[in-house]
């Protein structure tokens, strides 16, 4: 993990330097996953508000994995979604992603 992303998580925030490893090993072990749903959204291209095969990957890929509660076309938008993973305790992340 970068250095930029380590100081980024721990300083005061209670992410602790085994959470991050924690975190690091989790995305590694997905990594083929994750690149197979890169590769179909980047072999279907789609501009703004027409991305239905992102949307359909990336719920698909969420719903699949164990805990989550997953949220298609989220907060009256066709293309949004949301994924929550809640067990009760510890700390919140939360991600964006977007791109122009």
Same mark, same amino acid.
């Given at each position: 993990? =970068? +250095? $930029? ?6 300083? +005061?925030? *209670?992410? %602790?330097?085994?959470?991050? !490893?924690?975190?690091?090993?989790? =995305?590694?072990? !997905?990594? #083929? ?5 890169? =590769?179909?959204?980047?072999? +279907?291209?789609?501009? $703004?508000? @027409? #991305? %239905?095969?992102?949307?359909e990957?990336? =719920?698909?890929?969420? #719903?699949?994995?164990? *805990?989550?509660?997953? %949220? !298609?076309?989220?907060y009256?938008?066709?293309? $949004? ?12 992340? *939360?991600? +964006?992603? @977007?791109?122009?």
């Open positions: 993990m =970068t +250095n $930029a992303l380590t100081a980024l998580l721990s300083p +005061n925030g *209670g992410i %602790t330097p085994e959470l991050i !490893r924690e975190i690091e090993a989790a =995305t590694i072990a !997905r990594t #083929e996953d994750l690149h197979a749903v890169q =590769t179909k959204i980047h072999d +279907n291209p789609q501009l $703004a508000w @027409e #991305e %239905t095969v992102a949307h990957e990336c =719920t698909r890929y969420m #719903e699949s994995l164990p *805990g989550w509660k997953v %949220t !298609r076309h989220a009256g938008f066709d293309t $949004a979604w949301s994924a929550v993973f809640d067990n009760g305790a510890g700390p919140v992340v *939360g991600f +964006n992603s @977007e791109s122009k």
